[in-house]
């Protein structure tokens, strides 16, 4: 069971001391500390996602390297960590991926009780719609490999659908009428400010230092075959900042929608293009959607948080940009789409819109380790599903720092698959359909 009483910086409260506290306007404790930026560190870890902030923590606690600094460019979680829909699932298409996926879940399970913080894990399953024979194969497929891998996911008929999920129209009428779905118990919503608070102030108080507003511009190689250094056969040597030089034997790339730019300061080119992907919330009403509901054919997923409010999500842009701005077209096409499914939701509004920057790469699996410039490491490639992977891709980052060895977990996600034939195909398991 969590503990009820809130640990604040180095203090724990009850809640009757967080309102006594509230009441005298007290300043709060910090959460985690500002520090100053030292000369060296023995890992630098740019991106203060959850990704980051997660690879510094297990660093410290699974392998007691603490001399670790992350480097945010804006504030912690103000990238890929603060704009997903919060969904969690392990209902892949690979074994590799499902496995991979399902310790991640496993760590969310078990995070409001391991960091002593309520990330808020919903664990109300989630139903990956079929509108098509075809999609409904796909379904069979998963639901087999989940099975083998030990997760529990089965294809399930419009009748029981309508038991768990009764606003759903499952009759015969709409143009897509539900066939079936892919039904995963174990998947859910998760509260995605509260990971990277948590991740944030375990890696604090365990000694790396997080420093926001601090953007780099320069990777310092050594030896390599490009210009400056860079590239295959160098090393690095350490990271030029918006607030000076640091030096550091490692670095990993955690961030998202920046992979290419950051990998190629260091002379690593990555089969990546960053497409925005959209997503928008209502007001809140009643709770009266259980569980998450994804439509692969209708470019659509949807669930309702605690607080009432429908949280939607579509597909990616078909096209590659940095912008991250809302458009009319996705509302548009979001409201049709969504209408199909659940027409009795026609008078809710709309509050806000927003977009999240996906990082694709040709399988739509991640670039995970080593590259051929020695100390340079990645853990980017995320498209749509970087924060699910959040807490797994922490732990095994930083074992592979650690021991300086690629993890058996991550082997299938390295870089050298893409010349050599070996492709870990995970489109098949997209929410919706790019
Ligand atoms: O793959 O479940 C998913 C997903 C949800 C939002 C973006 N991707």
């Given amino acids: ?41 023995d890992v630098v870890i740019v991106g203060g996602g959850v990704h980051g902030l997660a690879t510094a923590y297990y660093l410290a606690k699974n392998h007691g390297i603490t001399n670790v600094a992350v480097l945010e460019k804006g504030y912690l ?14 209902n892949y298409l690979t074994p590799e991926g499902v496995r991979f996926y399902d310790r991640s879940l496993e760590l ?9 913080l309520n990330v808020m894990f919903s ?19 998963r639901a087999e490999v989940n099975k083998l891998q030990g997760v529990n996911s089965s294809v399930i008929g419009p009748d029981e659908i309508k038991k768990i999920a009764p606003s759903l129209d499952t009759s015969a009428e709409p143009r897509y009428p539900i066939l079936g779905a892919l039904y995963h118990p174990p998947g859910g919503i998760i509260r995605h400010d509260a990971v990277v608070w948590a991740y944030a102030r375990g890696a604090d108080a365990l000694g790396a230092h997080l420093h ?53 300061m260091a002379g690593v080119k990555l089969p990546i293009t960053t497409h925005p992907l959209e997503a928008a919330v209502t007001e809140p009403v009643k709770v009266f959607l259980p569980t998450v509901i ?38 548009e096409e979001l409201a049709g789409h ?78 050298a698959r893409f010349g050599e034939d070996r492709l870990v195909g995970e489109k098949g398991a997209a929410a919706v359909g790019h």
Avoid at 130 to 139: G, N, P
Avoid at 318 to 323: E, G, L, Q, V
Wanted: net charge neutral; proline share 4%.
């Fill in 108 to 116: 969310y399970g078990n995070m409001s009780v391991d960091m002593n």
């Fill in 294 to 331: 994804v439509s692969g054919s209708l470019h659509v997923y949807v669930s309702q948080t605690d607080r009432g409010e429908l949280v939607f999500g579509a597909s990616i842009a078909p096209f590659a940009t940095y912008s991250q701005a809302g458009s009319l077209d996705f509302t």
């Fill in 1 to 41: 069971m969590p503990t009820l009483g809130k640990k604040v910086g180095s203090a724990r409260y009850s809640a009757g001391g967080l309102l006594m506290r509230g009441l005298r306007k007290q300043d709060w404790p910090r959460v985690w500390n500002d520090h100053d930026i030292k000369k060296k560190y």
């Fill in 338 to 415: 969504v209408l199909e499914l659940m027409p009795g939701i026609a008078k809710m509004r709309l509050l806000r819109q927003w977009a999240g920057l996906c990082d694709m790469t040709p399988d739509y699996s991640p670039v995970m380790g080593f590259t051929p410039v020695e100390g340079f490491l990645t853990d980017v490639g995320w498209g749509t599903y970087g924060f699910k992977a959040g807490p797994v891709s922490g732990e095994q980052m930083a074992k592979c720092i650690a021991d300086n060895k690629t993890p058996e977990l991550i082997a299938a996600f390295d870089l």
């Fill in 123 to 141: 664990e109300r399953g989630h139903l990956t719609l079929a509108h098509a024979d075809s999609a409904l194969r796909t379904m069979h497929w």
């Fill in 212 to 264: 926001q507003q601090t953007e780099v511009l320069d990777i310092i190689c050594e030896g390599g075959e490009g210009p400056d250094g860079k590239g295959a056969g160098g090393k690095v040597t350490g990271v030029r900042t918006s607030r000076g030089d640091i030096s550091a034997p490692i670095v990993v790339n955690c961030t998202a929608g920046w992979a290419t730019l950051i990998s190629d």
């Fill in 77 to 90: 979680g103000s990238g890929g960590s603060g704009r997903n829909t919060a969904i969690v699932r392990s």
